[in-house]
């Protein structure tokens, strides 16, 4: 029986993606920037005010990182993951995806979360992205065109060259402070060859669209926040959050 719900659950996965990958063509026709897999970081104005704080939300990640045994892997938030993240090498500390509010990890990040709730256009999958050495994120496709990617970049190994993004054909290499800006519906892949860990802001922003796409996307939107890929997601996320707040509250370090 169980087999039978994941074939038909990997059935459904399959086949929607196929219809959003329609409608991404057609909200392509809709785009108000160019459709291409790098942006300059320029035409997101709102992304300033995070590269000018960016030390603010590396010291809230340093010390998120003091506990990252507690961080749970990217595919025991979101399963559906799996064929990209395995093993312990990919850790994410979520802060709000697709509209939904980790109260728990918010409170651990309080100059971030303000910074980020003044975000014109903020839509979702927002969080601590923690690539460990020697990680290679296989390539893979986004869900929907209707958002833009975003990576601050926050620890960077001091091997640059080693620890790249490539969307599209271009390689793009994270600065410590700095934003880079892609769209994630290309072809990409992640490459750590150092040593050392890499930790990025990942977010997402909405992509600016004309009036027909935007009516779309925001349709689109609220039919994955009602999916059982978020609802899955939202409920591990809700148990990774209990595990933490116990252990925090072990350690006498339970946030206000």
């Not at 620890?155 to 640059?160: A, F, M, T």
């Not at 059982?228 to 959050?241: L, P």
Request: aromatic share 10%; with cysteine.
């Amino acid at each position: 029986m169980q087999k039978w719900h994941r074939a038909r659950r990997q059935y459904l996965i399959k086949r929607g993606e196929r219809i959003v990958r329609r409608i991404d063509r057609y909200v392509a026709t809709q785009s108000v920037i160019p459709v291409q897999p790098v942006f300059d970081p320029s035409i997101f104005p709102q992304l300033r005010d995070i590269e000018t704080n960016w030390l603010d939300i590396l010291a809230e990640a340093r010390q998120i990182l003091r506990f990252r045994d507690q961080i749970p892997r990217f595919q025991d938030v979101s399963p559906d993951q799996y064929r990209i993240s395995q093993g312990d090498q990919w850790k994410t500390f979520f802060l709000l995806g697709f509209g939904f509010r980790s109260d728990v990890n918010a409170r651990l990040c309080p100059k971030t979360m303000t910074l980020l709730d003044s975000l014109p256009g903020l839509q979702t999958a927002l969080f601590f992205s923690i690539l460990a050495p020697g990680t290679l994120i296989p390539r893979h496709k986004g869900v929907s065109k209707n958002l833009v990617n975003c990576h601050l970049g926050l620890i960077v190994p001091k091997n640059r060259e080693a620890c790249y993004l490539e969307c599209g054909g271009e390689r793009l290499l994270w600065q410590e402070g700095k934003v880079i800006v892609f769209d994630d519906t290309y072809p990409h892949e992640v490459h750590n060859l150092t040593d050392e860990e890499r930790v990025v802001l990942m977010l997402q922003l909405e992509r600016p669209l004309r009036w027909r796409g935007k009516l779309l996307a925001k349709t689109m939107m609220w039919l994955l926040k009602r999916s059982a890929y978020v609802a899955d997601a939202r409920r591990n996320q809700q148990h990774w959050e209990a595990r933490l707040m116990a252990y925090l509250k072990c350690q006498g370090l339970q946030p206000e």
